[in-house]
């Protein structure tokens, strides 16, 4: 399925100009990364992402994410779109719960699951359970990542993601380095290796992020299967 360049700007935007006369729009996020397998660099992916963040007052906020995925090794466009809801503990602390759908190739897969974040100074971590099941099976997904600022813009992160699907398994796990471009955008390079029944492969990835609103970021990253096919 081929998708054209207007067609994805068009969703983007459409997500990031997402408002509500009650809410306030506390965070918008645009991100661009290309990530492949180090040993053949045909098997890659292409992600250009788009998200919202609204409070609804001090404790409660819904995020929205709308991703594509150019899956160069398939020949084919990957769509997905998540919506979190959120419940704040405090200003650093959040607990959510969310719904997504990933789309390729006239399939749908759901995925929804359970969340939490804490931030500190700098930095902070999360961490997410779910469950995804198509009209063929079923299974389960679940991840930790986390970072900080080191200063002058540099900083460094990780993540872990693990899926088990009808008895296949596949783990991610990836060491990430940014810097800084000014205070709402930066560019980031990822190296990682993606581990299933049937070996061990290398990946890295490369990428950069935008931010705007009220917030440095996005309390929750987006959530999706096709994070573990290569990279996030």
Request: net charge negative; glycine share 18%; hydrophobic share 35%.
């Amino acid at each position: 399925m081929k998708i054209q360049t207007t067609h994805v700007v068009a969703a983007i935007s459409l997500v990031l100009g997402c408002s509500a006369a009650q809410a306030e729009v506390t965070g918008r996020q645009l991100k661009l990364s290309q990530s492949a397998f180090t040993d053949d660099f045909s098997i890659a992916k292409t992600n250009i992402s788009g998200s919202v963040e609204l409070a609804f007052g001090p404790q409660f906020g819904i995020q929205m994410d709308l991703g594509v995925n150019l899956l160069n090794f398939a020949d084919e466009t990957a769509t997905n779109f998540v919506t979190h809801g959120t419940y704040k503990l405090g200003d650093n602390t959040a607990l959510g719960a969310f719904y997504g759908l990933d789309a390729v190739n006239g399939g749908r897969t759901d995925i929804y699951g359970v969340e939490a974040a804490q931030n500190f100074g700098t930095g902070g971590v999360q961490g997410y359970v779910a469950h995804a099941e198509d009209g063929g099976g079923s299974g389960t997904v679940l991840g930790v990542s986390g970072g900080m600022v080191m200063g002058n813009g540099v900083g460094i992160g990780g993540s872990l993601d693990h899926g088990s699907f009808d008895g296949t398994s596949l783990t991610r796990y990836g060491l990430r380095g940014s810097f800084g471009l000014g205070e709402s955008s930066k560019m980031f390079a990822e190296l990682g290796a993606l581990n299933t029944d049937d070996g061990s492969e290398t990946y890295a990835k490369i990428g950069a992020t935008y931010n705007f609103g009220s917030n440095s970021g996005l309390m929750f990253g987006d959530r999706s299967v096709f994070n573990l096919l290569p990279g996030s």
